[in-house]
Nanobody, 124 residues
Framework: VQLQASGGGLVQAGGSLRLSCKAS????????MAWFRQAPGKERDFVAAILWDGRNTDYGDSEKGRFTISRDNAKNMVYLEMNSLNSEDTAAYYC??????????????????WGQGTQVTVSS
């Protein structure tokens, strides 16, 4: 599975961005998908996850109510709609995929496939 993230950029505080992640390659079944982010000098943090069928989602505490993860399995796409952005959201954002179960869905070690990252910079 190859993942290609896009949609990052520079946005003012309070603004919005939509990230996209395209999955390609041989997939026998749709994987669970997630977004993580990593700021310079910090650990990679969980942002949001969506199960294979799109029916269940999970968000990090600081993302709840501001971010929305969605997917279109017909297009092999996952999206992250980000609203009310602030400087704390500045980071490289990575999409990830896993065929493991839903246990520890927030744990980055559960994800075997990663995109290259797309930079989001929020100016104050």
């Amino acid at each position: 599975v190859q993942l290609q993230a896009s949609g990052g950029g520079l946005v003012q505080a309070g603004g919005s961005l939509r990230l996209s992640c395209k999955a390609s390659g041989r997939m026998f079944r749709d994987p669970h998908m997630a977004w993580f982010r990593q700021a310079p000098g910090k650990e990679r943090d969980f942002v949001a996850a969506i199960l294979w069928d799109g029916r269940n989602t999970d968000y990090g505490d600081s993302e709840k109510g501001r971010f929305t993860i969605s997917r279109d399995n017909a297009k092999n796409m996952v999206y992250l709609e980000m609203n009310s952005l602030n400087s704390e959201d500045t980071a490289a954002y990575y999409c990830a995929a896993t065929h493991y179960g839903t246990t520890r869905i927030r744990d980055s070690s559960r994800y075997a496939y990663w995109g290259q990252g797309t930079q989001v910079t929020v100016s104050s």
